[in-house]
Nanobody, 125 residues
Framework: VQLQASGGGLVRAGDSLSLSCIISRSRRSRAFEYAIGWFRQAPGKDREFLCAIKDNGGGTTYADSAKDRFTISRDNAGNTVFLQANSVKPEDTTVYYC????????????????WGQGTQVTVSS
């Protein structure tokens, strides 16, 4: 499975932000069910889990720090997963990644084995 994140850029504090993750599945990988997660990573820090959504049933999981302002969703085909952030803050400035994994360790970066390239988000005050 391959992932491509997009939608980053410069936004003003207090505005909303929407990121997309396009998922390309090979014939072999279509036989598996995945969890698609969103993470972010600031320079010098560990990758931070935000939220995830499962192929099977669309169940979602949120980090406590993300549940108030972030929403994960997907299109009906499951080929694109979205991350919406409301009332963004300057501290949301960082690179955002989407990733795919089997869903066993959904809130940890180690639970994912395929990563997109990341998209930079910069929030101006």
């Amino acid at each position: 499975v391959q992932l491509q994140a997009s939608g980053g850029g410069l936004v003003r504090a207090g505005d909303s932000l929407s990121l997309s993750c396009i998922i390309s599945r090979s014939r072999r990988s279509r036989a598996f069910e995945y969890a698609i997660g969103w993470f972010r990573q600031a320079p010098g820090k560990d990758r931070e889990f935000l939220c995830a959504i499962k192929d099977n049933g669309g169940g979602t999981t949120y980090a406590d720090s993300a549940k108030d302002r972030f929403t994960i969703s997907r299109d009906n085909a499951g080929n694109t997963v979205f991350l919406q952030a409301n009332s963004v803050k300057p501290e949301d400035t960082t690179v955002y990644y989407c990733a795919a994994g089997p869903g066993w360790n959904i809130a940890q970066a180690a639970g994912y084995n395929a990563w997109g390239q990341g998209t930079q988000v910069t929030v101006s005050s």
